[in-house]
Nanobody, 125 residues
Framework: QVQLVESGGGSVQAGGSLRLSCAARGYTYDTYCMGWFRQAPGKERERVAIIYTGDGSTYHADSVTDRFAISLDNAKNTVHLQMNSLKPEDTAMYYC???????????????????WGQGTQVTVS
């Protein structure tokens, strides 16, 4: 059974930075997609950044390109999301998620991801 352990998040002023981390424990697949979704109150869950562990290829939403960067520590089965130049519209609950698949899974919608973390709140004021 996969367990996703998230850390990071918190409150920051606009223009500031935060770093989220997610460690996957018990994952049996060699290659898979792992990354971050977010959901603000009253809004749909949004794919933010995904990385494919097979070759490190990534996806970043247009709204975060050039501000956020996802990276992978393969040895630790951990992904990091460095968030810079944060804006109030980045305020949301951020969820780590994984799904088995090829590099195409970077573009898969949230409903296809089958393992989820508990979420971590990011608030930008």
């Amino acid at each position: 059974q996969v367990q996703l352990v998230e850390s990071g998040g918190g409150s920051v002023q606009a223009g500031g930075s935060l770093r989220l981390s997610c460690a996957a424990r018990g994952y049996t697949y060699d290659t898979y997609c792992m990354g971050w979704f977010r959901q603000a109150p009253g809004k749909e869950r949004e794919r933010v950044a995904i990385i494919y562990t097979g070759d490190g290829s990534t996806y970043h939403a247009d709204s975060v390109t050039d501000r956020f960067a996802i990276s992978l520590d393969n040895a630790k089965n951990t992904v990091h999301l460095q968030m810079n130049s944060l804006k109030p519209e980045d305020t949301a609950m951020y969820y780590c998620a994984t799904m088995y698949g090829g590099d195409w899974c970077r573009f898969s919608r949230w409903a296809n991801y089958n393992s989820w973390g508990q979420g971590t709140q990011v608030t930008v004021s």
